[in-house]
């Protein structure tokens, strides 16, 4: 997961509109009517996704769509404004879609769960940020997300690195320290180990220096950064400078970038980070038919798009699994009662279930930096005991 900070975002936001809310208006009784809220302006930009999604629902209308109906795909920007957010859901709501699909709004879970539950509104989510994504009755993300990503990244270290001292550091958003903790004890008790240093902040630009001097007289043998790719490299070009250069760097999805890459490969570290589902830097087989519906929707070969194309995959079955009228009632009752999915891009099954809370996807797979690129360590995804 990672945002993206684009010059043109006006334009974007004019393109997409035409690729992808082309022909919504009010829809009729022979349309199936989905919803979805992402950056299109602002600064957390995810049009990757809806564009990703808009493919996988083309492909089905073309072949026939759903029960003779087609889906048609009502995406709103939110800007990232979470006054925006909360009045896109309630327009879409007013449409009359009956499910959302494709999310990838970091203010969508916080600001919209209880309209959600109010309206019974059932979400399959692209990208899940916030702990109340993975904690409400109504959402169901198909990424693992940072909490459980946190757990599989530590696990890594301690399991197939064999670091024992291991240290980290965790910027803590607003609402999310439970959550971090929770999977800071998961790791805890699932390993054995305790971290040698635990380092939280709420500062969102920090001088690295200061904690890299605790961690290296602590003798880390591994630390775990949580912070995305503009903080990431002058926190690894610190470290460098510091001489840590015998230590494991483990970093979460949002410095999984190409970007990333090309920083700091250089610097000659041992880097390591977590992918949320089959790695996207990887041709691999699983990545195929993903890879396709991005070329074909015009949309960036990202993890985001991943989401995109995911949610909107098992949005697709859900609904091919109704038999009578599709509405929002019969969608909410398909999600309750469904088969889990199986899909090679995520190592747990995806389900919506009954449940209160849903955090389906527990998998997930490590990269390490490899000179200037990304590389697959191991085939197989970790996978968190629930």
């Known amino acids: 997961?990672?945002?993206?900070?684009?010059?043109?975002?006006?334009?974007?936001?004019?393109?997409?509109?035409?690729?992808?809310?082309?022909?919504?208006?009010?829809?009729?009784?022979?349309?199936?009517?989905?919803?979805?809220?992402?950056?299109i302006t602002g600064t957390f930009i995810t049009e990757e996704v809806a564009k990703t999604?808009?493919?996988?629902?083309?492909?089905?209308?073309?072949?026939?769509?759903?029960?003779?109906?087609?889906?048609?795909?009502?995406?709103?920007?939110?800007?990232?404004?979470?006054?925006?957010?909360?009045?896109?859901?309630?327009?879409?709501?007013?449409?009359?879609?009956?499910?959302?699909?494709?999310?990838?709004?970091?203010?969508?879970?916080?600001?919209?769960?209880?309209?959600?539950?109010?309206?019974?509104i059932?979400?399959?989510?692209?990208?899940?940020?916030?702990?109340k994504c993975y904690d409400s009755s109504q959402i169901a993300p198909v990424n693992v997300g940072p909490f459980t990503l946190m757990t599989a990244v530590l696990l890594h270290a301690s399991q197939k690195l064999g670091d024992k001292n291991i240290c980290n550091l965790t910027v803590v958003l607003p609402g999310s320290e439970d959550a971090v903790k929770v999977a800071l004890d998961k790791w805890q008790r699932l390993s054995g180990l305790k971290l040698k240093?635990?380092?939280?902040?709420?500062?969102?630009?920090?001088?690295?220096?200061?904690?890299?001097?605790?961690?290296?007289?602590?003798?880390?043998?591994?630390i775990m950064y949580n912070t995305s790719e503009n903080m990431v490299v002058p926190f690894l070009t610190a470290a460098k400078t510091q001489g840590m250069t015998d230590v494991d760097y483990l970093l979460l999805a949002p410095s999984y970038t190409d970007g990333v890459a090309k920083a700091v490969g250089p610097l000659g570290l041992s880097i390591y980070a977590g992918s949320e589902f089959e790695p996207f830097t990887s041709n691999s087989l699983a990545n195929a038919k993903w890879r396709d519906a991005v070329t074909r929707g015009g949309a960036s070969a990202t993890a985001f798009s991943q989401g995109g194309y995911l949610s909107a995959k098992f949005m697709v079955d859900v609904l091919k699994s109704i038999k009578?009228?599709?509405?929002?009632?019969?969608?909410?009752?398909?999600?309750?009662?469904?088969?889990?999915?199986?899909?090679p891009m995520v190592g747990t099954p995806f389900v919506f279930g009954p449940e209160?809370?849903?955090?389906?996807?527990?998998?997930?797979?490590?990269?390490?930096?490899?000179?200037?690129?990304?590389?697959?360590?191991d085939d197989t995804f970790i996978e968190i005991p629930a």
């Open 324 to 343: 009578g009228e599709i509405n929002r009632n019969s969608v909410n009752e398909a999600l309750k009662t469904m088969t889990p999915i199986d899909d």
């Open 53 to 120: 999604a808009q493919r996988v629902f083309d492909d089905t209308n073309d072949a026939g769509g759903v029960n003779g109906k087609k889906i048609e795909y009502l995406v709103k920007d939110d800007a990232g404004d979470p006054q925006r957010t909360a009045q896109v859901a309630r327009e879409l709501n007013d449409a009359g879609v009956v499910a959302m699909t494709g999310s990838a709004s970091f203010t969508d879970c916080d600001v919209n769960d209880a309209f959600y539950r109010e309206q019974k």
């Open 197 to 222: 240093v635990n380092e939280m902040t709420t500062e969102q630009n920090i001088d690295p220096v200061p904690y890299l001097v605790k961690f290296k007289q602590a003798g880390c043998d591994a």
């Open 356 to 377: 209160g809370v849903h955090a389906p996807n527990q998998s997930a797979k490590i990269v390490a930096l490899t000179g200037l690129k990304w590389a697959v360590v």
């Open 122 to 131: 059932s979400s399959i989510m692209a990208v899940g940020a916030s702990p």
């Open 1 to 39: 997961m990672r945002a993206h900070h684009k010059a043109g975002a006006v334009l974007a936001s004019a393109t997409l509109a035409a690729s992808v809310l082309a022909g919504c208006g009010s829809g009729s009784d022979d349309t199936i009517k989905i919803g979805g809220i992402v950056g």
